[in-house]
């Protein structure tokens, strides 16, 4: 505190004398001392957003209002961007702006309140998630048609689960169903939720679909699936995911995340899995038609069997057939042949006359060649048949020489004569001092009988030797 | 082990669709008598395969709970009224 050059008045009076900037100053300091960080409600208006990056608003209520600023760096840490008219809480502290001598909360905190401002936060979130791709049709995974472990995530007070269960157990008892039991509103909620979806992913082996829902409540109530943090567990979850959030009409971002939509958890029983009772009717049409098609194909195959089987025979009447037939030709195809071989022989020699009689000089060459390529071919036949009747002539002499008595001769047997030229056939026919010729293989003795070493008959006749 | 099993049996909706291809190429009728026959043994197997699916399993409904150390564990689920897991208050 200066004493400054005062005036008369001043000098008389000797208060306490600030400058403009001192005044402020003090003003700063009561401020940020006594008043310091406070948590304050109040209505969005006429948000500004300069290039220096900062957001400056104004808060305010029926009666008052009062200058709020949230610097850059805090605004990067904000979801939720204030629009006009919003109700907020806002959690920051009281300074003044020393230059234009205005006092400011500047904000650290801001988040929506009421349903106002919840809806702006949802649609703040829907559409920076759709744009990031979450909401993709082609990112939704396809449900297994007929899962056999399924994981739901509720709370298990209230009634969804139990209707969700007695559904699934009305349609197809024989599903193995896994309850996660999580808080599904309040500030835990997102995060149980979403570790839930972490903790069923890791299992081994996974379950083949994930139910994630709670029966319906306000906005408020089901405020913990409009997240983030449960949107983009949602949306990282390998195993397909079924929302069931709350009553037909709400749509969370829960529901544009997951692979599909129920509107509610007993809807989602009922999409989760057709009853059995309709499987087993389309199985049975299946079999049926499998049947009848295969009858259709069978009968169509024994008719043509059948047609085709009338125009045969029985195989033993046909082998028959075949053998009279064939009898027949086997004569008349050898008498066809010899009687072909001795015209084609007869109509060579004709043409070959004919030829030799007729035919110009130029041709003569070529035709002579033919004939007596055609001439050497008969003489080959005939060469042919020759030899082979030669061969048969040889071996018939053959045969007869063997019989000759000559040949008996050869192989060591001789021929006895007597005076008369008789042949001796038995040792009655000669006396001993007859005079005989013995005719050998080779050669010819004259021999006189000695003695008889052995008899027989006078005369040769037939009698036994 | 539960693990292999799976990766061992082909999914319901495949060995369903199996099955309409082979009644829809029976009822083309193009079919030699010989595979007309192979294809109606194979339709007869995966459809007895399918009603198996379909009838047997018996039905489990369990509790997820963590241990103490972390670790998921499973509990039979009790209906609420037969007063066995749940405590008063509501939570979960």
Same mark, same amino acid.
């Given at each position: 505190m200066e004493r400054t050059a005062a005036s008369?008045?001043?000098?008389?009076?000797?208060?306490?004398?600030?400058?403009?900037?001192?005044?402020?100053?003090?003003?700063?300091?009561?401020?940020?001392?006594?008043?310091?960080?406070?948590?304050?409600?109040?209505?969005?208006?006429?948000?500004?957003?300069?290039?220096?990056?900062h957001l400056y608003l104004t808060l305010k209520d029926s009666a008052s209002q009062i200058k709020a600023v949230i610097f850059k760096n805090r605004l990067r840490y904000l979801a939720f961007r204030p629009e006009d008219g919003v109700q907020v809480l806002a959690f920051g502290r009281l300074t003044v702006y020393e230059p234009r001598g205005e006092y400011q909360l500047v904000v650290d905190h801001l988040e929506p309140l009421g349903t106002g401002a919840l809806a702006l936060a949802f649609e703040q979130l829907k559409k920076k998630l759709a744009a990031e791709g979450?909401?993709?049709?082609d990112r939704k995974k396809p449900l297994p048609v007929l899962p056999r472990r399924v994981a739901v995530v509720t709370s298990t007070s209230g009634a969804a689960l139990w209707d969700f269960l007695k559904i699934i157990h009305r349609r197809h008892p024989g599903l193995h169903i896994l309850v996660y039991p999580v808080l599904v509103q309040?500030?835990?909620?997102?995060?149980?939720?979403?570790?839930?979806?972490?903790?069923?992913?890791?299992?081994?082996?996974?379950?083949?679909?994930?139910?994630?829902?709670?029966?319906?409540g306000s906005l408020e109530d089901l405020w913990a699936f409009n997240t983030e943090v449960v949107a983009r567990?949602?949306?990282?979850?390998?195993?397909?995911?079924?929302?069931?959030?709350?009553?037909?009409v709400d749509y969370t971002i829960a529901d544009f995340t997951a692979d599909l939509r129920a509107s509610t958890p007993s809807a989602a029983a009922e999409l989760l899995i057709r009853p059995r009772e309709e499987w087993l009717a389309e199985l049975e049409g299946l079999s049926s038609r499998l049947s009848q098609a295969l009858g259709a194909g069978l009968a169509s195959w024994r008719a043509r069997a059948q047609g085709a089987s009338k125009r045969l025979l029985d195989p033993r009447r046909m082998i028959e057939r075949w053998l009279v037939r064939t009898a027949g030709d086997t004569d008349r195809l050898g008498l066809a042949v010899e009687r072909t071989y001795a015209l084609s022989l007869a109509r060579t020699r004709a043409a070959a006359g004919r030829l030799t009689a007729q035919s110009p000089d130029r041709r003569m060459g070529h035709l002579? !060649?033919?004939?007596? #390529?055609?001439?050497?071919? /008969?003489?080959?036949?005939?060469? =042919?048949? +020759?030899?082979? @009747?030669?061969?048969?002539?040889?071996?018939?002499?053959?045969?007869?020489?063997g019989l000759s008595p000559l040949a008996v001769l050869s192989r060591g047997y001789s021929l006895t004569q007597?005076?008369?030229?008789?042949?001796?056939?038995?040792?009655?026919?000669? !006396?001993?001092?007859? #005079?005989?010729?013995?005719? /050998?293989?080779?050669?010819?003795? =004259?021999? +006189?009988?000695? @003695?008889?070493?052995?008899?027989?008959?006078?005369?040769?006749g037939s009698g036994p030797s | 082990m539960a693990k292999r099993e799976a990766k061992k049996e082909e999914r319901f909706e495949v060995l369903l669709t199996r099955l309409e291809e082979l009644v829809a190429k029976l009822e083309d009728g193009d079919l030699e008598l010989e595979e007309a026959l192979?294809?109606?043994?194979?339709?007869?197997?995966?459809?007895?395969?399918?009603?198996?699916?379909?009838?047997?399993?018996?039905?489990?409904?369990?509790?997820?709970?963590?241990?103490?150390?972390?670790?998921?564990?499973?509990?039979?689920?009790?209906?609420?009224?037969?007063?066995?897991?749940?405590?008063?208050?509501?939570?979960?």
């Open positions: 008369p008045e001043a000098q008389r009076a000797s208060p306490m004398v600030f400058t403009v900037s001192q005044l402020t100053g003090r003003i700063r300091d009561l401020l940020e001392r006594e008043v310091g960080s406070v948590w304050v409600e109040g209505e969005v208006s006429r948000p500004v957003l300069p290039a220096s990056g979450l909401f993709d049709q309040g500030e835990a909620a997102p995060g149980m939720i979403s570790q839930a979806l972490l903790d069923l992913n890791r299992l081994d082996p996974p379950p083949e679909v994930i139910v994630v829902g709670r029966g319906g567990a949602i949306a990282g979850s390998k195993v397909p995911v079924i929302s069931a959030v709350g009553h037909e002579r !060649e033919r004939l007596s #390529r055609l001439e050497r071919g /008969l003489a080959l036949c005939l060469a =042919g048949r +020759l030899e082979g @009747e030669r061969a048969r002539a040889g071996a018939l002499a053959e045969r007869l020489a007597r005076a008369d030229g008789r042949v001796v056939r038995s040792a009655g026919m000669v !006396e001993p001092g007859d #005079r005989v010729r013995v005719r /050998l293989g080779r050669g010819e003795l =004259g021999c +006189l009988v000695e @003695e008889v070493l052995a008899g027989g008959p006078p005369e040769g | 192979a294809a109606f043994e194979q339709g007869v197997a995966l459809s007895r395969q399918l009603n198996q699916r379909l009838t047997q399993a018996q039905e489990k409904v369990e509790l997820l709970l963590k241990n103490s150390r972390g670790e998921l564990e499973t509990s039979p689920l009790a209906e609420p009224g037969t007063g066995a897991k749940e405590d008063g208050d509501g939570s979960f």
